[in-house]
């Protein structure tokens, strides 16, 4: 299991190494995914005035400039996430045109037409999309992510307006703790779930597995 390769992977590594590769994940080899995809964005971070520069004097320009690059290119070794980015230049050009997202017929759109996109090219591709090139499966990845952001969205919406929005409020601090720190509990979790029901996976992972963060909550 992971847990198994993490400990196999800090035998013989001088603290030095601990710290850059699996703590700060200087080398995408962290510890969890969660740490993996922090030290892109706190790269992001790093370059968050030039960002919000271009997003004021480019506009879209420049958010397609980036996009471009990052589909054709990519950000290695900068970024190892080509998408978080692609998404950070979007979201810095929507809060300085914008300064928030609404909820309309735009998002909706957005919402089907990344679905259907991202379900052709799974579709298509199978397991096997690498072969489809770099591009397509970057386009994927994009296509994934925005159907994912489009649905969250508007489900924050009706989260906000309903009557038990109070209660997630009040919850908001610790969100992103939770996410910082929920691969972590998991990952204790799936080591106890292996040992008491083996590494079978049916219908009660699946509850086990999307009930984590929020027992973790």
Same mark, same amino acid.
Not at 5 to 29: E, F, P, T, W
Not at 96 to 118: D, E, K, M
Not at 149 to 154: E, K, P, T
């Given at each position: ?11 013989? !590594? /001088? ?9 700060? *994940?200087?080398? $995408?080899?962290? *510890?969890?995914?969660?740490? $993996?995809?922090? !030290? ?61 997202? !609404?909820?309309?017929? #735009? #998002? ?22 690498? /072969?489809?090139? !770099? ?29 038990? /929005? ?7 601090? $610790? ?26 996976? $049916? /219908? ?14």
């Amino acid at each position: 299991g992971h847990e198994l390769d993490l400990y196999k992977d800090l035998q013989g !590594r /001088s603290l030095l190494s601990v710290i850059a590769s699996k703590v700060l *994940a200087l080398d $995408n080899h962290g *510890a969890t995914e969660a740490l $993996n995809f922090l !030290r892109d964005l706190f790269i992001c971070g790093l370059f968050i005035k030039p960002v919000v520069w271009g997003a004021k004097r480019g506009g879209w320009l420049f958010v397609a400039l980036i996009w471009v690059f990052g589909i054709c290119f990519g950000f290695e070794p900068v970024a190892y996430r080509d998408t978080i980015p692609m998404f950070f230049a979007l979201g810095a050009f929507i809060a300085v045109q914008y300064g928030h997202i !609404r909820y309309n017929a #735009l #998002l909706i759109t957005l919402t089907i037409v990344s679905v259907v996109t991202g379900a052709t090219i799974d579709y298509l591709g199978g397991s096997d999309r690498e /072969s489809f090139g !770099r591009a397509a499966e970057t386009l994927y990845g994009i296509f994934k992510r925005l159907a994912i952001a489009s649905l969250f969205l508007i489900a924050a919406y009706f989260i906000a307006v309903s009557p038990w /929005s109070k209660a997630f409020f009040k919850m908001e601090r $610790n969100i992103f703790f939770v996410f910082l720190a929920h691969s972590m509990f998991f990952l204790v979790a799936c080591g106890i779930w292996r040992q008491i029901m083996g590494t079978h996976l $049916n /219908s009660a992972y699946v509850v086990f597995f999307v009930a984590n963060p929020i027992v973790f909550l």
